[in-house]
């Protein structure tokens, strides 16, 4: 491994920059998502920081179960993202649909669009759950170097 | 100078949910704007079609998860109206306790997100600390943080023991203290006043003319309530002011709202301490008799409408949502002409815009190919007419 990759993991396990993207999502997952970056929960304390463009962004939390109209975009922020890259799909419709599977404007579940890297179930998911998510990732990444 | 088109969003840092509005500039100036919807499109109203009336209980909830129970409680008003089922008192009133909360719950979040456009962080994190109180409250009476299933057709899921009103009630007197800090905030501090006075003007005749609905009319000085015009649940019963501003712009929206959660806490108060007693929930058979119902629901952004026709099976034959952001969005864009574009995030914010409750409706054509355009008259006509049938006569008007 080059001394760049090894830098460019360092930095990614010590402090994790997350992008949201919500594709059609009805809002619960999106406010846990939210709530876990705030007070109560407050990732921000182990380096988990939320970011505005994807150009900066670690890994892409995508809530909803992508509908026709996102999927393309999310493709394109997928794309604008900078390597390594890491795709969480937050609540159940992002795992597979959920209740809105069979919904005709719906491309159920995030796999269908991107690789994805972890599935948080829940309808909507806990922000606990969404922190257990986010370690689970950097354990595994931890384990890759 | 020469004109510039920008896009705002699907994607945007200010936009928590997809939603797109093209702005045309003239330097730092709007000169008009338009505004793209669908991104958010599921296809939940045919998707209702297929289900029954208990599964699309579980559908309707998840239209939006910020006033989840508006939604349902707004289907299942419906659903009970043509089940002629008789819903307990006691039903009734959890219910309106439950969405009261839930407007608490919005309105304090609204309050972060505001903030959180204005450049005014902490504001953004003292709400969403205390807004922890309100999840917490409904976690204990419903089992859920954010989509609560506390209604079942024919009344509600849980009973409220005597544990958890002491428990709910000293969390609201806590939340009380906070929001008479936030309300000081919002008045007096310097930033607040800066960033939201005179910006996002609409004026009470053009709140009127697009058909703005909740907060955002009633900062215009427009009385729109219907809690108050057309009570449901137990509204009847409880002692609250409709609370109105006469600034018409963005920091009248916040003081609305701020003042609302006051009034939210007086209602939660009553509710609890007049519970009354009984059953909790009665059952209604799984078939329902072919009819229509139309019932409208005060939702935290507004007037909520849902449009339900059954067929004499356990499917119903057709729902439709009229979601209240769908009602202000026209409001929007009128707001952003001859605004800045720094401005732009927090004028959107200001109408508390919940696109996942709208987008299921804004692709929807009726009859394809064959459009017909009702004028006014005929479109009142019809309206009167349908009203006579239900025994209510709107002629004089």
Not at chain 2, 28 to 48: P, V
Not at chain 2, 154 to 168: S, W
Not at chain 2, 233 to 257: A, M, P, Q, S
Request: hydrophobic fraction near 40%.
């Amino acid at each position: 491994m080059k001394i760049i990759d090894k830098l460019i993991t360092w930095s990614l396990l010590k402090s994790p920059w997350i992008l949201h993207f919500n594709s059609g999502a009805c809002n619960g997952c999106d406010i846990e998502i939210v709530d876990a970056l705030t007070p109560k929960y407050d990732v921000e304390r182990f380096g988990i920081v939320l970011k505005a463009t994807p150009r900066h962004a670690d890994i892409l939390v995508v809530s909803g179960p992508v509908t026709r109209q996102q999927a393309k975009r999310l493709k394109t922020i997928y794309e604008q993202m900078p390597e390594p890259k890491f795709v969480m799909a937050v609540g159940a419709c992002g795992c597979s649909g959920g209740v809105f599977n069979g919904c005709y404007g719906v491309i159920p579940g995030v796999h269908q669009t991107l690789p994805v890297s972890v599935y948080i179930p829940g309808c909507p998911v806990r922000p606990e759950a969404i922190i257990d998510g986010v370690v689970k990732l950097i354990q595994s990444v931890e384990g890759k170097k | 100078m020469s004109k510039i088109t920008i896009p705002f969003g699907p994607q945007h840092p200010a936009l928590k949910e997809p939603e797109n509005f093209m702005l045309v500039l003239e330097g730092e100036q709007i000169t008009s704007a338009g505004i793209n919807l669908g991104y958010n499109h599921r296809g939940m109203e045919k998707a209702a079609e297929e289900r029954t009336y208990l599964q699309d209980l579980y559908l309707i909830e998840r239209v939006c998860g910020i006033c989840s129970h508006s939604h349902t409680t707004c289907y299942i008003t419906n659903v009970e109206e043509l089940a002629k089922c008789e819903t307990p008192k006691r039903a009734l009133a959890i219910r309106t306790l439950i969405g009261e909360l839930e407007r608490v719950h919005s309105h304090l979040l609204w309050l972060g997100v505001a903030g959180y456009e204005m450049g005014f962080e902490t504001l953004f994190m003292y709400t969403w600390r205390d807004r922890e109180q309100v999840l917490d409250c409904l976690e204990l009476l419903s089992g859920n943080r954010v989509h609560y299933s506390i209604n079942t057709i024919g009344g509600v899921r849980r009973d409220i023991t005597a544990e958890q009103k002491t428990e709910v009630k000293k969390r609201i007197n806590y939340l009380m203290e906070r929001t008479n800090y936030y309300i000081k905030l919002a008045t007096e501090e310097p930033t607040v006043l800066a960033r939201t006075q005179k910006v996002g003007k609409l004026p009470l005749d053009v709140a009127i003319e697009r058909g703005a609905v909740g907060p955002t009319a009633r900062a215009s000085g427009l009385a729109r309530d219907v809690r108050k015009d057309e009570p449901y649940l137990i509204y009847n019963e409880l002692d609250f002011k409709v609370i109105t501003h006469n600034t018409c712009d963005v920091f009248g929206r916040l003081v609305v709202r701020a003042l609302e959660l006051v009034e939210s806490y007086k209602m939660i108060h009553q509710v609890i301490d007049n519970l009354p007693e009984g059953p909790i929930a009665v059952k209604v058979p799984m078939k329902i008799a072919p009819g229509e119902a139309v019932n409208h629901y005060e939702a935290p952004r507004g007037e909520d409408i849902h449009y339900l026709k059954s067929n004499g099976t356990d499917k119903p034959e057709r729902l439709k949502v009229r979601a209240p952001t769908l009602a202000n969005l026209q409001s929007v864009a009128y707001m952003m002409e001859g605004g800045w574009l720094a401005d732009v995030p927090l004028v959107i914010a200001a109408i508390d815009p919940c696109m996942s409750c709208t987008d299921r409706a804004a692709v929807w054509d009726a009859k394809k190919g064959k459009t017909e355009v009702y004028s006014w008259e005929e479109m009142r006509k019809m309206g009167i007419e349908h009203y006579k049938r239900r025994g209510v006569d709107f002629s004089k008007l």
